[in-house]
């Protein structure tokens, strides 16, 4: 079974998730460290409980969300797995992240890419891949249905969903994403966000007022 610590990185108050079960083999999502002090605290913590990481996951390309991918590929040297399409949203943070002040200076794409129906395997644990854009044309969610846990990057938040105005971003993409491929889901799966605090599939079901009202005029 697979144990979680989130760190909150960057002037975004991104989550990272550390997920790792009993063999200690794990993966990192989303880093988005990207002070000195951020860095130190996630390598401390990886070390402190002897995970062994296998792979760097990737829900989608903002800078909050792979601020720290270039540090986690030198740190440990695993395979960056994300969607085909994030290399466009990566290639685009070379450009924009100066103006928020979280300079990237180096093109890392992902080695292995997935999509919907694929999994990503490490020690005991099978995480399945959701194919959810709407966010961002490359967005994937992360389910883990022993635990029933989905790390859902930026589609689904507690109250509320992810902004559907940025580049490649449509709304009615991202509510389609949330109803076939996260409502879904066991009703007591918990949510882990890319922001805020974590929720489950059956509070957001019942009480989300994007997805009521969303469900109440198809
Ligand atoms: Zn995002």
């Excluded at 296998?54 to 989608?60: A, E, G, I, P």
């Excluded at 290399?87 to 919907?116: H, K």
Aim: proline share 4%.
């Amino acid at each position: 079974m697979i144990q979680i610590q989130r760190f909150i990185f960057n002037p975004f108050s991104e989550n990272t998730f550390i997920v790792w079960d009993e063999t200690k083999e794990g993966v990192i999502i989303d880093p988005g460290c990207h002070s000195e002090s951020e860095r130190k605290r996630m390598v401390q913590f990886i070390e402190k409980e002897g995970i062994n990481i296998r792979y760097l996951l990737n829900t989608h390309g903002h800078i909050d969300h792979i601020a720290g991918n270039s540090f986690v590929k030198k740190q440990w040297k695993v395979p960056f797995i994300a969607h085909e399409k994030i290399e466009s949203e990566i290639r685009q943070t070379l450009v924009y992240g100066i103006q928020y002040g979280i300079p990237i200076t180096e093109l890392l794409l992902p080695e292995i890419c997935v999509t919907q129906g694929d999994s990503v395997k490490f020690g005991d644990t099978t995480f399945s891949v959701l194919y959810t854009p709407g966010h961002a044309v490359s967005h994937i969610s992360f389910y883990d249905a022993e635990s029933r846990s989905v790390f859902s990057g930026d589609v689904l938040f507690q109250m509320g969903i992810g902004r559907w105005d940025f580049q490649g971003g449509n709304f009615d993409v991202l509510m389609e994403s949330i109803i076939n491929q996260l409502l879904i889901l066991p009703e007591d799966t918990t949510v882990y966000c890319g922001h805020g605090d974590f929720t489950t599939i059956g509070m957001e079901r019942r009480s989300n007022p994007y997805i009521k009202n969303y469900l109440s005029k198809i």
